[in-house]
Nanobody, 123 residues
């Protein structure tokens, strides 16, 4: 069982930056591909970014390419999402998720989820 806890959300002005963290407990993340998803009010949870177990490959939804960066530190059992040039449409609850051995863009492919952290971008 993997427990994930997100942090780092908050209120920021458009054009600003935030860094989200996803810390794991009970089990090391080094065998897990990690994904970031977000869910805005009234919308489906959508894929944002993912990183392979060793950090060798990353993937992004087109709307965040060039603005968001996903990274991980397996020694700290933590995954990060650096978000720059934030826009009002980035406002959502952000979730991290873990998938054993590989990554995916579909939320149903992930086995473990955090509770989410709110990101609000004011225009």
């Amino acid at each position: 069982q993997v427990q994930l806890v997100e942090s780092g959300g908050g209120l920021v002005q458009a054009g600003g930056s935030l860094r989200l963290s996803c810390a794991a407990s009970r089990r090391t993340l080094s065998s897990y591909g990690m994904g970031w998803f977000r869910q805005a009010p009234g919308k489906e949870r959508e894929f944002v970014a993912a990183i392979t177990w060793n950090g060798g490959s990353t993937y992004y939804v087109d709307s965040v390419k060039g603005r968001f960066t996903v990274s991980r530190d397996n020694a700290k059992n933590t995954v990060y999402l650096q978000m720059n040039s934030l826009k009002s449409e980035d406002t959502a609850v952000y979730y991290c998720a873990a998938r054993l051995y590989s990554i995916a863009t579909l939320k149903d492919e992930y086995e473990y989820w955090g509770q989410g952290t709110q990101v609000t971008v004011s225009s």
